[in-house]
């Protein structure tokens, strides 16, 4: 007796049933993130194998210059030697002005770091190359740039007695056949910077400050020539 199970293959217009593979659609994008994830994690990052601020081994050996001092009144040319020694170090000057500016300290920590021991290198120089005096006056600065900005402040103004006594300096010098003229020229050039570096000297001011040079050889007016110098310095 014929069987009543009809084959599938056999109805018209029928076909078997495709048989889906399993789907690993899903799994490809894990993959990739996983190896891209540990791609980025293995590669070093360019703070710390460029650093935008690199370490500097200064070099002191450049300077040479008497220590600064209010006494020795020699704060122009220091300054001039000072930032032509750091200018040599790769352009160490940019701390004293602020144009090298710390980096962020989270997003580039070498950088920082670096930054942060250049700027102490330049601090020491610097306190090595000014008397106790001034060491004084920059003790609490933090920064190379604070401490250049309390001495330029601290001499930009070192009283009018004291430009007066400039004055009297580079109206004393002479050209000698002793010394290259060039020389002279240059000391000229110099007090004549300074000079006019400390300020304005109204007429005023010029009068009284002669007036008091006149009283240096009276012993009675003594006590009031010392007065009015001390007086005058510290305006």
Not at 34 to 62: E, F, K, Q, W
Not at 95 to 108: C, F, K, Q, T, V
Not at 153 to 172: D, N, T
Not at 187 to 213: A, Q, R, S, Y
Request: net charge negative.
């Amino acid at each position: 007796m014929p069987s009543s199970e009809v084959d599938p293959s056999d109805v018209t217009g029928s076909s078997p049933t495709p048989v889906i593979p399993p789907s690993t659609s899903s799994s490809t994008p894990l993959s990739f993130s996983s190896n891209l994830l540990s791609h980025i994690m293995s590669t070093p990052s360019a703070d710390t194998t460029r650093p935008s601020v690199a370490i500097i081994s200064l070099s002191t050996g450049l300077f040479n210059h008497d220590k600064l001092s209010k006494d020795q009144n020699n704060f122009s040319s220091w300054k001039q030697q000072f930032i032509h020694t750091l200018r040599m170090n790769q352009g160490a000057n940019g701390y004293l002005n602020g144009d090298i500016a710390p980096p962020d300290r989270s997003s580039e920590p070498r950088a920082y770091s670096n930054w942060k021991a250049n700027n102490g290198s330049i601090l020491g120089f610097m306190g090595l190359v000014i008397d106790e005096a001034e060491q004084e006056v920059i003790e609490d600065a933090t920064t190379a740039k604070e401490a250049w900005k309390l001495l330029v402040q601290r001499h930009a103004q070192e009283g009018p007695v004291k430009q007066v006594q400039l004055i009297q300096e580079a109206l004393g010098t002479r050209y000698s056949s002793l010394e290259k003229y060039t020389t002279t020229s240059s000391k000229l050039t110099t007090l004549n910077k300074h000079i006019f570096g400390m300020g304005t000297l109204n007429k005023e001011l010029f009068l009284c400050i002669t007036m008091i040079n006149a009283m240096s050889n009276v012993p009675e007016l003594r006590a009031t020539h010392e007065n009015v110098t001390q007086s005058l310095a510290l305006t």
